[in-house]
Nanobody, 124 residues
Framework: QIQLVESGGGLVQPGGSLRLSCAASGFTLDTYVIAWFRQAPGKEREGVSF????????SYGDSVKGRFTVSRGSGKDTVYLQMNSLKPEDTAVYYCAADRVGRGSFSPNAYDYWGQGTQVTVSD
């Protein structure tokens, strides 16, 4: 059974950091694109970052460039999103998603599997 499970969310002050994890099971990540999306209340789902596990290509949304970094864990079945210099506008539920075709896109429709999401709240 293919599963993606996010963890690492929580409450953090502005300027702080969090590292989100996306643990995959039931399939091998090597040919997939793994993306992070986020959705704030009343807003559309937004692409944050993606990592192509076949060639290491990464991409970031304009709002997070220079602050967020996506990477693959040494155990090969986990993808991380390191989030630094967090702002209140980063508050959202963060989801990881997997695209088995490996297209590399910020369109949610391109992704075949989704995790359940983890809440990130940036506030004093």
């Amino acid at each position: 059974q293919i599963q993606l499970v996010e963890s690492g969310g929580g409450l953090v002050q502005p300027g702080g950091s969090l590292r989100l994890s996306c643990a995959a099971s039931g399939f091998t990540l090597d040919t997939y694109v793994i993306a992070w999306f986020r959705q704030a209340p009343g807003k559309e789902r937004e692409g944050v970052s993606f990592l192509s596990l076949s060639d290491g290509q990464t991409s970031y949304g304009d709002s997070v460039k220079g602050r967020f970094t996506v990477s693959r864990g040494s155990g090969k079945d986990t993808v991380y999103l390191q989030m630094n210099s967090l702002k209140p506008e980063d508050t959202a539920v963060y989801y990881c998603a997997a695209d088995r075709v490996g297209r590399g896109s910020f369109s949610p429709n391109a992704y075949d599997y989704w995790g359940q999401g983890t809440q990130v709240t940036v506030s004093d």
